[in-house]
């Protein structure tokens, strides 16, 4: 909608954990094409935040193959699949538990 559009140029700054401390890296500038082109799971830290909670200790381990797997679909993200950034950790659903997926649901980043 109109009005998500206008927090695009600042998501930099609201998706890290400590924005004061530390940002994103690369950064991502929105008044930068190539920059932009580096957003989702083209970027390698919101690669890790997207990632569906179930994968995130495998992209963790390898996080450049898992991020081609995420852009290629092999690992596929849809509504069932919960991002890690919805679990808590630093980084986010490094703590999850795929016996108790309930478990810190909701309550991350």
């Known amino acids: 909608s109109e009005d998500a559009s206008h927090l695009k140029p600042f998501i930099g700054n609201y998706v890290v954990a400590q924005p ?3 940002g994103l890296e690369p950064p991502i500038f929105s008044d930068n094409k190539k920059s932009c082109a580096r957003m989702g799971v083209n970027h390698p830290q919101l690669a890790g ?4 909670v179930k994968h995130v200790n ?11 797997q995420l852009q290629n679909g092999e690992i596929r993200m849809n509504a069932g699949a919960w991002p890690a ?10 703590n999850f ?6 478990e810190g649901l909701l309550r991350g980043h």
């Open 58 to 68: 495998a992209y963790h381990t390898n996080p450049k193959k898992v991020q081609e």
């Open 85 to 94: 950034l919805a679990y808590p950790g630093d980084p986010p659903g490094v």
């Open 20 to 22: 004061g401390v530390k």
């Open 97 to 102: 538990n795929i016996e108790n997926i309930q």
């Open 49 to 52: 935040m997207l990632c569906p």
